[in-house]
């Protein structure tokens, strides 16, 4: 599943094209994806202006002219698609159904069009259309927890988080009330770089402990966000390229490897927790 480097990929590369455009031929091809489309969405979104593009955690926030948000999911493989060229001022631009493309529009931007799709080969995406006032208090938002890229992710987010908690650390860094937007690919790499056994009880980690897991956490996303995200299968940006940092992972999918720390004899192990796969350097991450 996307996590927030993918998203915030993703963003980057829409913001251009729909930034202050206004919604044209909007074409719902089908009634639902997990969760069935709001009422006249595609009605409710043509003729609508994109303000802002917006990301909170693993979610995509089109804040609309309407006095609306339109909040995307990207599920497990949906994706945005950009067709390669701007469409002619007069030209009409039906757009082309493509393979497992549910959602169609045209994006008129300084007298310019460009077709956006949206695709989700296993439709376990979702969209919703909330009053803009309304969506902090929305039950997808309301609980969860700091950014980890905001200036205000802090150590002490995580001393409170991790109160009492006797939980493997791992699964911790995962729950969304924590910190918003992690996903295993980077807890893995974050904790890897922190030091910290991925089996360590949440409650146990302290101190500059704690410093040196928020310092990570922040450096390994602002590096896949600047690599365009990790693409292990069905992760592709806006344009339609992959991501790269699936090629600095030091831990996550190479189980029997050596560890990259020099001189660490150790060799990455993979167990399972919480049902997730999860790789450490047993040797240098320590409980």
Known sequence: MPELPEVETVRRGLEPVLQGARLLQVRQNRPDLRFPFPERFGERLEGAVVERLDRRAKYLLFGLSTGETWITHLGMTGRFTLDGAALGEF??????????????????RSAERRRVGFADARRFGFMGLIATPEVPAHAWFRDLGPEPLSNRFSAADLKAGFEGRTTPVKSALLDQRIVAGLGNIYVCEALYRSGISP????GKVSGPRLEKLVAAIRQVLIEAVEAGGSTLKDFANAEGGQGYFQHRFDVYGREGEACHTLACPGIVRRIVLAGRSSFYCPACQRR
């Open 91 to 108: 030209e009409d631009a039906p757009p082309t159904l493509g393979k497992h493309e549910h959602l169609s529009l045209v994006a008129e």
């Open 199 to 202: 089996l360590t009880p949440a």
